[in-house]
Nanobody, 123 residues
């Protein structure tokens, strides 16, 4: 599976962005998908994840209520809708794919990674 993230950019605090992650291959619907982010000078951290059917979603506490993860298996795409953005959301955002059930919020559980898309939130 090859992943291509897009949709990042510069936005003012309080604004919104929608990230997309397009996947190649015909097996996208069998992968659980996640979004991670890495802020300057910090380690990469979990943001959100979604089950293969879209019925289960998981969020980091820091984004719960503001971000929404979704997927369209017909389009081989996973999305991250980000609302009420804060300067501390500034980071490079990565999408990732995994087969295993466990390790929803662990980088090591994910087999495939996109290249990242940069999000900058100005105050």
């Amino acid at each position: 599976v090859q992943l291509q993230a897009s949709g990042g950019g510069l936005v003012q605090a309080g604004g919104s962005l929608r990230l997309s992650c397009a996947a190649s291959g015909r097996t996208f619907s069998t992968y659980r998908m996640g979004w991670f982010r890495q802020a300057p000078g910090k380690e990469r951290e979990f943001v959100a994840a979604i089950g293969w059917s879209g019925g289960s979603t998981y969020y980091a506490d820091s984004v719960k209520g503001r971000f929404t993860i979704s997927r369209d298996n017909a389009k081989n795409t996973v999305y991250l809708q980000m609302n009420t953005l804060k300067p501390e959301d500034t980071a490079v955002y990565y999408c990732a794919a995994r087969k295993v059930v466990w390790g929803t919020d662990r980088e090591s559980s994910y087999e495939y990674w996109g290249q990242g898309t940069e999000v900058t939130v100005s105050s």
